[in-house]
């Protein structure tokens, strides 16, 4: 897209799609096939510069995904474990239905599932006990609840007007406690007997270390949301 911009700044085009239309489309002169990367090339590349490969939703990413494509792409992953491409195999999952779909059909090493404060599904199934046996190591997501645990209630948008009451409350027992919703949030999840990591997204270096530096805290908080 920049080179079509360049081309139209430059009066050679009147518009970008002017410029693939004429030079830079499929089957134009001036159109170069893109490099494509197998999976097994591109995580090669990543290793070999120090980075972890993740695959993020595959059933997402990959079109018209279904239980045949979900087991071909399984295999091909046990295939980069086997000749040492990929050191673990992990899955993201959103709920019980997708960690029972993968365990059916083959052994993970890592998952990462949704576990917080105000949802502890996957502890009161069963689930997180379950992985715990099987030896996988378990990641904790959404600890903040995309950022709805760290509102205050005055602030929440009128669609989370049911999740209201129990935000209030939540907020009112962590000043009681004289902590921040951050740190309550963290230790919540830090003291679970199933958790071992937790993945939290940040902006700045700042605000990581805000976060993390409640993480290394030693204290017992008495707030208690378990299941």
Same mark, same amino acid.
């Given at each position: 897209p920049h080179i079509a911009q360049a081309m139209v700044e430059s009066g050679y085009v009147n518009y970008p799609k002017d410029a693939f239309d004429k030079f830079l489309g499929r089957n134009a002169p001036a159109y170069v096939e893109r490099i494509r990367l197998t999976p097994s090339d591109a995580i090669e &590349?990543?290793? #070999? !510069?120090? %980075?972890?490969?993740?695959? %993020?939703?595959?059933?997402? %990413?990959?079109?018209?995904? !279904? $239980? =045949?494509?979900? *087991? #071909? &792409?399984?295999?091909? &992953?046990?295939?980069? $474990?086997?000749?040492? &491409?990929? =050191?673990?195999?992990?899955? *993201?999952?959103? =709920? %019980?239905a997708q960690i029972d779909q993968v365990m059916d059909k083959f052994q993970i090493d890592i998952i990462q599932v949704p576990f917080n404060v105000? =949802?502890?599904?996957?502890?009161?199934s069963g689930h997180l006990q379950s992985l715990k046996d099987s030896n996988i190591v378990i990641q904790a997501r959404s600890v903040f609840l995309q950022g709805l645990v760290l509102m205050e209630p005055r602030e929440i948008p009128a669609y989370f007007n049911l999740a209201r009451p129990l935000l209030s409350q939540f907020h009112r027992d962590v000043a009681e406690a004289g902590l921040t919703a951050v740190s309550a949030a963290l230790h919540f999840v830090r003291q679970n007997q199933y958790v071992d990591q937790v993945v939290e997204g940040v902006t700045s270096v700042d605000e990581l270390a805000q976060n993390m530096n409640p993480w290394f805290d030693q204290d017992s908080y008495n707030i208690d949301y378990s299941a």
């Amino acid at each position: 897209p920049h080179i079509a911009q360049a081309m139209v700044e430059s009066g050679y085009v009147n518009y970008p799609k002017d410029a693939f239309d004429k030079f830079l489309g499929r089957n134009a002169p001036a159109y170069v096939e893109r490099i494509r990367l197998t999976p097994s090339d591109a995580i090669e &590349l990543l290793v #070999k !510069n120090g %980075a972890i490969p993740i695959m %993020a939703h595959p059933t997402f %990413a990959i079109p018209n995904m !279904n $239980k =045949d494509g979900l *087991s #071909k &792409l399984t295999e091909m &992953l046990v295939e980069m $474990k086997e000749a040492g &491409l990929v =050191d673990r195999i992990g899955i *993201s999952v959103y =709920d %019980a239905a997708q960690i029972d779909q993968v365990m059916d059909k083959f052994q993970i090493d890592i998952i990462q599932v949704p576990f917080n404060v105000f =949802d502890q599904r996957l502890e009161r199934s069963g689930h997180l006990q379950s992985l715990k046996d099987s030896n996988i190591v378990i990641q904790a997501r959404s600890v903040f609840l995309q950022g709805l645990v760290l509102m205050e209630p005055r602030e929440i948008p009128a669609y989370f007007n049911l999740a209201r009451p129990l935000l209030s409350q939540f907020h009112r027992d962590v000043a009681e406690a004289g902590l921040t919703a951050v740190s309550a949030a963290l230790h919540f999840v830090r003291q679970n007997q199933y958790v071992d990591q937790v993945v939290e997204g940040v902006t700045s270096v700042d605000e990581l270390a805000q976060n993390m530096n409640p993480w290394f805290d030693q204290d017992s908080y008495n707030i208690d949301y378990s299941a």
